[in-house]
């Protein structure tokens, strides 16, 4: 039974994410903010259009505030928070991750008495996490998912770990009639989708599975209908992909639709297959049993969350030597990237298989 919190906050701003999967990655805490403390007022600030589209039509936000300041225009940013955010609000949460300069002197110009968040293992004292006066230190092995419900525990919400529900995305009806509609149009039985993108912030295109292995696994699973997804320059990627099929047939791109149908689209698809990327986790926030492809990331942080899933990985000594800090992506052992270019078509076509069969297929 849940109880509420004894001086339950009045006003709570969720700093800015970058990310789509950050942002996701939220969504449960957010969940048990309301339950515990119904009756304080939620804010999530975003600059990010693709943040804004995820958290769109969350109940348990109280209002969404989508502002697109460039973070390379900082008069900008600070006038704004000066103008409409600054002295509103009692508490102010970073959720994890959140290790940047920029994140913390949001926090601190919210003007929140207290500000929520983590102390990291890298570049810490740099990035001015010493601007919280609320914080616990990151761990290694738990989950971004299990990071966010663990800061609560300032809001006297003292959830267990061990029962945290899953990711959440809101469609509306008339989107998920969307997706039904255009997946009538596509042969075959067994539907897989494909992100063989990335996204290219902080050198992160060498998080990307080599594109001929993409064009190698799906012609080892002739029987299944694939999905190409990814925008911008995924794009070329996904038709270089199509063109060099055995059967193009096989193989859809996804194309010309907004975010949250494309993850009605996902959510209706017998699997999903992924570099650790956004869309990995839309996969798992709408229940598509999921593939991930994991290089230079820790997997304790990022798998898909509360679903069916595989980790493919090489488990490389030097692996993971990516963490959450504003360094960019950077291979230690010989720039090849080793982790991701050797990772073999048959391991991730056995654990597509293992997921696939689960389903019946």
């Known amino acids: 039974m849940h109880t509420i919190a004894d001086q339950p906050m009045e006003k709570i701003i969720i700093t800015p994410l970058m990310g789509m999967g950050d942002t996701l990655m939220t969504?449960?805490?957010?969940?048990?903010?309301?339950?515990?403390?119904?009756?304080?007022?939620?804010?999530?600030?975003?600059?990010?259009?693709?943040?804004?589209?995820?958290?769109?039509?969350?109940?348990?936000?109280?209002?969404?505030?989508?502002?697109?300041?460039?973070?390379?225009?900082?008069?900008?940013?600070?006038?704004?928070?000066?103008?409409?955010?600054?002295?509103?609000?009692?508490?102010?949460?970073?959720?994890?991750?959140?290790?940047?300069?920029?994140?913390?002197?949001?926090?601190?110009?919210?003007?929140?008495?207290?500000?929520l968040g983590h102390r990291y293992l890298q570049k810490d004292f740099s990035q001015l996490n010493w601007l919280k006066n609320r914080t616990i230190k990151e761990k290694f092995h738990l989950h971004c998912v299990e990071e966010n419900v663990r800061l609560l525990k300032f809001l006297n919400i003292n959830h267990s770990l061990d029962s945290i529900g899953p990711?959440?995305?809101?469609?509306?009806?008339?989107?998920?009639?969307?997706?039904?509609?255009?997946?009538?149009?596509?042969?075959?039985?067994?539907?897989?989708?494909?992100?063989?993108?990335?996204?290219?912030?902080?050198?992160?295109?060498?998080?990307?599975?080599?594109?001929?292995?993409?064009?190698?696994?799906?012609?080892?699973?002739?029987?299944?209908?694939?999905?190409l997804f990814g925008t911008g320059d995924e794009v070329k990627l996904n038709q270089k992909i199509k063109e060099s099929i055995a059967n193009p047939k096989q193989v859809t791109v996804v194309e010309h639709f907004t975010l949250r149908e494309v993850c009605a689209i996902i959510g209706e698809l017998d699997l999903f297959i992924s570099n650790d990327s956004g869309l990995m986790h839309c996969a798992a926030a709408m229940g598509t049993p999921t593939v991930a492809l994991i290089g230079p990331t820790n997997p304790h942080f990022i798998h898909p969350w509360h679903v069916p899933h595989r980790i493919v990985k090489q488990?490389?000594?030097?692996?993971?030597?990516?963490?959450?800090?504003?360094?960019?992506?950077?291979?230690?052992?010989?720039?090849?990237?080793?982790?991701?270019?050797?990772?073999?078509?048959?391991?991730?076509?056995?654990?597509?298989?293992?997921?696939?069969?689960?389903?019946?297929?």
């Open 27 to 115: 969504t449960p805490a957010l969940r048990l903010i309301k339950e515990y403390i119904p009756d304080c007022e939620v804010t999530f600030f975003t600059f990010n259009r693709a943040t804004q589209e995820i958290l769109s039509n969350n109940p348990y936000i109280d209002q969404l505030i989508y502002k697109p300041i460039k973070v390379t225009n900082a008069p900008a940013a600070l006038a704004h928070m000066l103008t409409h955010i600054t002295f509103r609000y009692t508490t102010c949460i970073n959720f994890y991750p959140s290790n940047r300069t920029q994140y913390n002197l949001f926090a601190l110009f919210t003007g929140a008495k207290v500000r």
């Open 167 to 227: 990711m959440e995305i809101f469609l509306t009806q008339k989107e998920r009639e969307t997706a039904t509609s255009y997946l009538k149009t596509l042969q075959g039985k067994c539907l897989v989708g494909v992100h063989a993108g990335t996204s290219t912030f902080k050198n992160h295109r060498h998080r990307r599975w080599p594109t001929e292995k993409f064009i190698d696994l799906i012609n080892t699973l002739p029987k299944a209908q694939f999905l």
């Open 315 to 361: 488990g490389l000594s030097c692996s993971p030597c990516f963490y959450y800090s504003p360094k960019p992506l950077f291979c230690k052992l010989d720039n090849s990237y080793a982790c991701l270019r050797d990772l073999e078509v048959s391991t991730v076509v056995k654990a597509s298989k293992e997921l696939l069969a689960t389903a019946g297929h």
